[in-house]
């Protein structure tokens, strides 16, 4: 829950803050082994940062969003701070809000504008680290070249 809201908090403070809309997104948060195995740090969370499949590209975006923690504050506070950080910058450099926020070390939060986007959201996350790990089990994976989806965006 406190994953949750952080996430949703940062994402309404950040539209308004570009003059978006002010009604916070549907968010829900997700745990399991294998996402916090990914979280534990950036280079772990490579292989599903960049969309894996094209078919993923319209439920998830180009891109997930990872918030690094700083230090050991463990404050509702402090979590806010660093989602909201990650958060702008992921705008910064997408334009955009992002489909999954994964906090370090804690789990991840998927983003839906409406109930449906985030039920497929959820689908394609999903998706997205079980393609992740059957990859890495033949030897590797690799993202959706970034000049493909340079294409699809123009």
């Known amino acids: 829950e406190k994953l949750n809201e952080a996430v949703r908090r940062a994402l309404a ?6 003059g978006a809309a002010l009604n916070a997104p549907e968010t829900t948060a997700c ?13 772990a969370f490579e292989p599903i940062r960049r969309t894996l499949m094209a078919d993923q590209l319209g439920d998830l975006g180009s891109a997930l ?11 509702p ?10 958060i702008h910058d992921y705008y910064h450099d997408e334009y955009g809000a992002p489909r999954v926020v994964v906090i370090q070390n804690a789990g991840a939060v998927v983003v839906g ?4 986007e985030l039920v497929h959201a959820c ?32």
Do not use: K, M
């Open 113 to 116: 504008e409406t109930e449906d």
């Open 31 to 43: 745990v399991n082994p294998e996402i916090l195995r990914r979280a534990g740090s950036a280079e």
């Open 77 to 86: 506070q402090a979590l806010l701070a660093d989602v909201l950080h990650a």
């Open 65 to 75: 969003c990872f918030v690094p923690r700083h230090g050991n504050l463990t404050s």
């Open 123 to 154: 689908a394609s996350f999903r998706r997205t680290l079980e393609t992740a790990c059957y990859a890495e089990s033949f030897g590797g994976s690799c993202g959706v070249p970034a000049d493909y989806i340079e294409t699809l965006r123009s």
């Open 13 to 18: 403070d950040t539209r308004a803050a570009h």
